[in-house]
């Protein structure tokens, strides 16, 4: 797999929320990190996501906003 994002963290799926449209997947990527993302059940079921399966989570985002508390 070759992607043009550089962000790309392979992991382990943990758990999957599954909804009615949508599903919340949480992927453990290592060292207590853990990446958790909203994708629709359709991608869910066609790219048969399950828990103990190995995924990647790619990250591409073209802003990111940066805050700190007051």
């Given at each position: 797999?070759?992607?043009?994002?550089?962000?790309?963290?392979?992991?382990?799926?943990?758990?999957i929320?599954?909804?009615a449209?949508?599903?919340?997947?949480?992927?453990?990527?290592?060292?207590?990190?853990?990446?958790?993302?909203?994708?629709s059940?359709?991608?869910?079921?066609?790219?048969g996501?399950e828990?103990?399966?190995?995924?990647?989570?790619v990250?591409k985002?073209?802003?990111?906003?940066v805050?700190i508390?007051?």
């Amino acid at each position: 797999m070759k992607l043009s994002a550089r962000n790309q963290f392979k992991g382990t799926i943990t758990n999957i929320e599954k909804g009615a449209v949508n599903g919340i997947v949480s992927i453990d990527i290592g060292d207590g990190h853990e990446i958790v993302s909203t994708i629709s059940m359709d991608s869910i079921n066609g790219l048969g996501l399950e828990v103990g399966k190995e995924a990647y989570a790619v990250i591409k985002a073209t802003s990111v906003i940066v805050g700190i508390d007051d």
